[in-house]
């Protein structure tokens, strides 16, 4: 089939075809359907090749699938997928878009409070503020470090030196998040499964940080989210508040989550 003199139908084929290849990792179309915003019966004529999606709802399709609007003419086994590691072809069914994508219900989007033991002072906690995000299918996570951890280690402490950034996959009971630095100055490894609580909105796990054994610092420790939801005088209060504080500072729910008292195994 030629690029140059392609029919309306033959570019509907495409693009039909193509979406039925994205969508057969989903175990639910109608679920599919849902997350990317479309009604399930304008979603099947597009499966089918009967319509195309408007500019504003192909956009999202891409976003969602991570591929471009060559979905339109070639085969989409044929595009190479966004460079990078994680989408690179010998890491895709592993890392990459073909993983569970992270739903909103189990991971909401949005700021969370968390809390953990001091990496470089055992005696001290910090507790700090992360943006959870989304670009499509993929869950994203930012925030910086304290200003005040970055000058101990003789590390510049402006806004961009502070900032970490990584991505969060769903796994089977829980999930894991890579987190650095820019330019992988730093990185940490974070796992997070979700506490029974009565406003459900707590996560608990552990950090690791990537550097060499040490007798006078930890490398792992429990750590604690909260999510914040929009309420706004909280996201702004853990902000102004964040950095290190004694064990008697963090909110009671924090503590006892953290078990101060039992060694992390």
């Known amino acids: 089939m030629s690029l140059t003199a392609r029919t309306p139908a033959q570019l509907r084929s495409m693009f039909g075809s193509n979406l039925r290849t994205l969508a057969a990792d989903y175990p639910s179309i ?32 891409c976003a969602f ?11 989409v086994d044929k595009i190479n997928p966004a460079a990078g590691l994680i989408s690179s ?45 989304r670009e499509g299918s993929n869950t994203f996570i930012r925030g910086y470090e304290p200003k005040i951890a970055m000058a101990m280690q003789g590390i510049p402490a402006d806004a961009r030196a502070r900032e970490y950034r990584g991505f969060v996959m769903q796994i089977e009971d829980g999930f894991a998040a890579t987190v650095a630095r820019r330019n992988a100055m730093t990185a940490s490894f974070n796992y997070l499964s ?3 609580s ?3 909105n707590f996560w608990v796990g552990y950090v690791a940080r990537t550097v060499r054994e040490s007798s006078s610092s930890m490398r792992m420790t429990r750590l604690v989210y909260e999510y914040l939801g929009e309420n706004t005088e909280r996201i702004l209060s853990c902000a102004r508040n964040a ?17 101060p008292e039992d060694p992390f195994r």
Do not use: W
């Not at 504080?245 to 078990?259: A, K, S, T």
């Open 89 to 133: 072809e010998y890491l895709r069914d592993f890392m990459g878009p073909s993983i569970q994508p992270v739903s909103e219900e189990s991971l909401p989007s949005g700021f969370y409070q968390f809390a953990r033991r001091s990496f470089v002072q055992g005696d001290q906690y910090v507790r700090g503020l992360v943006l959870i995000k």
């Open 30 to 61: 109608s679920a599919l359907a849902r997350d990317l915003g479309i009604n399930r019966t304008q979603f099947n004529r597009y499966l089918s090749g009967e319509s195309f999606p408007r500019p504003d709802v192909l956009a999202r399709i």
């Open 198 to 200: 009565f406003q459900n």
């Open 243 to 259: 950095g290190f504080c004694r064990l008697d500072e963090l909110i009671p729910f924090h503590q006892r989550l953290l078990q």
């Open 65 to 75: 699938f991570s591929v471009d609007a060559r979905v339109l003419l070639e085969p």
């Open 194 to 196: 979700r506490v029974t």
